[in-house]
């Protein structure tokens, strides 16, 4: 669904960036609280969440790579906003669909840079506001279970995907520049991505499920659900003790001798991960269907895209997912999958991290260094 330059019209496409632009600002600020755990949500595995979200957006870069059929002559793709919301948080959620969107136009001429506020506001606000917002709502409704959470995902990522193929039609009502009645843009948008908001939702589900299955500490949208460890005092307690000695030292406190919950690492789990991207991006990728995804069909089939104006970096060494000069079409696009696979995990943690840092320094006392990552620690 990545929208091309001269599909929208300027004073749309500005103000779109504008409303990208406060969309990220907004959560910016919020991934700080998700990052260092405090806030909604917060608790076990939040301070974990630093060291995975890079790993997520790389995830999503890949598994955007695989296109799959839907319908005849059409594919899809993930859009991803659900699958981070749930993972870790809708704030960082944003963030992470906009840094993949960002290293696509910018490394790989997909979706326009005049459009990249259009497509942050539709493939990255409006999913994960949407698939947020529905998974709260069913958690809330439907048993307090890990399975819960997997079907949440589910409904989730299914909704998503039309809401912003309704939000791309608004924007296109307000600022299309061609003269197609907007009634058969909605039918045919919404009609398509109803189709690959399945695929979305199966590639959501699965994952998530997955995870939570080995590790659910590190599950945002599934915080809550292990209840502490409580102590409990034997029957025989009860009765009154005996009076201590005189010279005895005073009993420490049950805070004090309680030994502490051993942390896990997440190593394993972040090298997993990153071994699936690899495989999606570097392997996998070349068994993706090559029919347009929903969005292209549609432009080609009802002349949106009679104005699309060429891409300011067509000729990147890496656009169209491929490295130039390499003949070998399965090396050459293996090998761009791995660079930008790379690269959009480079970019995102390094933003997460700094938001992981600057919010645990603000939070610590004058002169106490912040605390490394757990992945840092080892």
Excluded at 129 to 157: C, D, E, M, N, Q
Excluded at 301 to 321: F, I, M, N
Aim: include cysteine.
């Amino acid at each position: 669904m990545h929208v091309p330059d001269g599909f929208i019209n300027a004073p749309v496409s500005a103000a779109a960036g504008a409303v990208a632009a406060a969309a990220v600002a907004v959560s910016l600020r919020g991934a700080r609280r998700e990052l260092a755990g405090t806030g909604t949500g917060g608790g076990t595995g939040a301070d974990r969440t630093a060291p995975l979200a890079g790993l997520v957006a790389a995830f999503i870069f890949a598994v955007q790579m695989l296109n799959f059929p839907v319908a005849a002559g059409t594919s899809g793709h993930l859009l991803g906003g659900a699958l981070a919301a749930i993972l870790v948080g809708p704030y960082t959620g944003v963030l992470c669909v906009s840094v993949v969107l960002l290293m696509q136009g910018v490394l790989f001429a997909d979706g326009g840079l005049t459009a990249l506020g259009i497509n942050i506001s539709d493939m990255a606000l409006t999913t994960t506001v949407v698939a947020y917002g529905v998974f709260r709502l069913l958690v809330k409704v439907l048993p307090r279970s890990r399975r819960s959470v997997t079907v949440a995902s589910f409904a989730a990522a299914l909704l998503s995907v039309p809401a912003a193929a309704v939000c791309f039609t608004a924007l296109y009502a307000l600022g299309g520049t061609t003269d197609v009645p907007i009634g058969k843009v909605f039918t045919a948008m919404v009609g398509v991505h109803v189709l690959i908001g399945i695929g979305e939702a199966v590639i959501t589900a699965l994952t998530v499920g997955a995870v939570i299955a080995v590790r659910p500490d590190l599950v945002y949208g599934a915080r809550g659900l292990a209840r502490p460890l409580e102590l409990r005092t034997s029957p025989l307690a009860a009765t009154a003790p005996a009076a201590p000695a005189a010279d005895a030292p005073e009993p420490a406190p049950a805070s004090a001798t309680a030994p502490a919950a051993p942390r896990r690492s997440a190593r394993r789990l972040w090298l997993a991960g990153l071994a699936a991207a690899l495989l999606c991006a570097g392997g996998l990728s070349y068994y993706a269907s090559s029919s347009p995804d929903g969005l292209e069909k549609v432009a080609h089939d009802k002349g949106l895209d009679t104005r699309t104006e060429q891409h300011a970096t067509a000729d990147s060494p890496l656009a169209d997912y491929s490295v130039k000069d390499i003949a070998n079409p399965r090396l050459a696009g293996g090998l761009a999958g791995v660079i930008g696979v790379a690269a959009t995990l480079a970019v995102g943690t390094g933003v997460f991290v700094v938001l992981r840092r600057r919010k645990a320094a603000a939070a610590a006392p004058a002169g106490t260094p912040a605390a490394d990552t757990p992945a840092e620690q080892g």
